[in-house]
C-alpha cells in the first residue's frame, strides 16, 4: 500500500510523499475533494475523501491531515456510521473495572444516554449536542446521574481521541453540569435521644446503633464487622472491609471506601454493650439456618446481612420509638461526627476516629491525635448516649403515647 501511495503524483508532476494526499475539482460541481490513505486500528491502509465547498479549504485540511499523522492523531472517524450508542457500547466493552463501575457506566449508557442522543451517528456529534443533552438531564436528574453520565462520555471520547479513532475529543469543549451539593443534616438531638432508647430494649439493636451513631462507621463497614475484628484486651474494633451488593455475586466483602485500615479504640461502656449483644447472639445462634461467618450484624438467619434489610430495621425501630421525621442510615454517622466536634474534640482526632482523610496538608501529615484527645472523643461519645434514667423516662413517655393512640382508636 505505501508503494502504491508513493507512485502517485500531484498536479504539477512532482512526486507526491508517503500519505500525503490528493486534492481535486468534484467533476459537475464548483466543490473540491481531499483523498488520503489513513491507517485504522488494525494497521490497515484505508482510502477515505471529505469534499469542501473551496479548494483553499481542501488545502487547509490536507495540511493539517498530514500534522495529524506525524502526531498519530486521525482527521477522520474510523467508523463514521456508527452510532453513539454503538461507540458507547464498544468502549464500555473493552473497560476492565469494578463491577459496581461497570454496572454504573451500563446503567448511563442505556438510561441515560442512548434513549435520547444513541441513535445519532458518531461522525454527527458535536459539543453543543451532548451540552444541550446535559440541560434535558439537568432539571430531573441528580447530581450522581450528571456525574456518572459525563465521566462516560469523557471516558469514551477521551480513549477513542488518544487511540486515533476519532479526529478530536469533542469533550474537551464540554461542560459539565452539577447541581448544589445538598449536605446530611445530623439527626436531631431529640430524636437521637428517641432512637438510643429504644434500641436498649434490643442487644442487637444497641450494638447497632452505637457501632453507627458513636463509633461512627459507614452502614456498610458496619455490616462487614467481625467478632475476630474486636480486641477485648487492647479494647480496640479494627474495621478493613465494607459489604456490598454486587450484580451476580450477591453480597461480597471489598476493602472499605478509602482502602485502608481503621482502628478505633472502646470505651468500657462500648464493649459492654457489645458483650451484651454477643451473649444475646449464642442464644439466637440456635435458630440461624446460614453459615455462621463471625458477623457481628448478621440477618436473622446467621448470614449476610444487605442494605435493605438493615434499612427495613432502621425504618422499623425509627418508628417504634416515635420519629416522625424521615432518616436515613447514613445519618447516623453525620450526628456522631457533629456530636463529637460539638463536644471541643479536635478536628484531627474526630477525622481519624471517623476514617476521614484531613483536608489540611499539615494536619494530614504531622498531626495525630494524643491519648487525651482521644481519651476525650470517647468520652464525648459515651456522653451522646442518654443516661439510663433518661432513657427509662423516654420510654415511660413512648409508652404513654402508644397508649394514648390506642384509646383514641377505639
Known amino acids: 500500500m505505501a508503494e502504491q501511495i508513493n507512485s502517485k503524483r500531484s498536479s504539477n508532476g512532482a512526486r507526491r510523499a508517503n500519505g500525503e ?11 473540491w475533494q481531499v483523498a488520503v490513505y489513513q491507517m485504522n486500528t488494525k494497521s490497515e491502509w484505508k482510502r477515505v475523501r471529505r469534499t469542501f465547498a473551496t479548494k483553499r479549504q481542501a488545502e487547509v485540511f490536507l495540511a493539517e491531515h498530514v500534522r495529524n499523522q506525524g502526531m498519530g492523531s486521525a482527521s477522520f472517524f474510523e467508523n463514521p456510521k456508527m452510532t453513539l450508542g454503538q461507540f458507547l457500547d464498544k468502549w464500555v466493552d473493552g473497560l476492565s473495572k469494578e463491577p459496581e463501575t461497570m454496572r454504573s457506566y451500563k446503567t448511563a449508557i442505556n438510561q441515560w444516554i ?4 444513541g441513535n445519532v451517528l458518531i461522525s454527527a456529534v458535536k459539543p453543543r449536542l451532548i451540552q444541550e443533552h446535559y440541560k434535558f438531564l439537568f432539571p430531573t436528574y441528580s447530581n450522581s446521574v450528571l456525574h456518572i453520565t459525563h465521566c462516560v462520555l469523557s471516558g469514551a471520547f477521551g480513549e477513542a481521541s488518544r487511540f486515533g479513532e476519532i479526529p478530536y475529543n469533542i469533550m474537551e469543549k464540554v461542560q459539565k453540569l452539577s447541581k448544589p451539593t445538598m449536605q446530611r443534616s445530623p439527626i436531631g438531638e431529640e430524636d437521637a435521644e428517641k432512637i438510643f432508647a429504644e434500641a436498649s430494649k434490643d442487644p442487637y439493636e444497641a450494638a447497632r446503633i452505637q457501632m453507627g451513631m458513636i463509633k461512627v462507621l459507614r452502614p456498610s463497614e458496619v455490616m462487614a464487622l467481625r467478632w475476630t475484628d474486636i480486641d477485648w484486651s487492647k479494647r480496640t474494633i479494627t474495621c478493613s472491609w465494607q ?3 454486587q450484580v451476580g455475586n450477591g453480597l461480597v466483602f471489598k476493602p472499605r471506601k478509602t482502602k485502608d485500615t481503621l482502628v478505633l479504640d472502646l470505651s468500657e461502656d462500648q464493649i459492654l454493650i457489645l458483650q451484651l449483644h454477643r451473649l444475646a447472639q449464642e442464644t439466637a445462634k440456635v435458630f440461624w439456618r446460614a453459615k455462621d461467618e463471625g ?3 448478621p ?3 446467621g448470614g449476610r446481612k444487605g442494605p435493605k434489610a438493615d434499612t427495613r430495621d432502621w425504618r422499623n425501630l425509627c418508628k417504634r420509638a416515635g420519629i416522625t421525621t424521615h432518616y436515613v442510615r447514613y445519618q447516623m454517622k453525620h450526628t456522631g461526627v457533629t456530636n463529637m466536634l460539638t463536644n471541643g474534640v479536635d478536628d484531627k482526632t474526630t477525622a481519624t476516629l471517623s476514617g476521614h482523610g484531613d483536608p489540611v496538608v499539615t494536619l494530614k501529615h504531622y498531626a495525630r491525635p ?3 484527645s482521644v481519651k476525650k472523643a470517647l468520652d464525648a461519645q459515651d456522653s451522646f448516649r442518654p443516661s439510663k434514667e433518661r432513657i427509662e423516662e423516654i420510654l415511660a413517655l413512648r409508652e404513654l403515647e402508644i397508649s394514648n393512640e390506642d384509646r383514641r382508636k377505639a
Open 21 to 31: 494526499g490528493s486534492i481535486y475539482p468534484v467533476k459537475g460541481t464548483k466543490k
Open 114 to 117: 442512548r434513549p435520547q442522543i
Open 243 to 245: 459489604l456490598q451488593e
Open 295 to 297: 458477623l457481628i450484624f
Open 299 to 301: 440477618n436473622s438467619i
Open 370 to 372: 494524643t491519648s487525651s
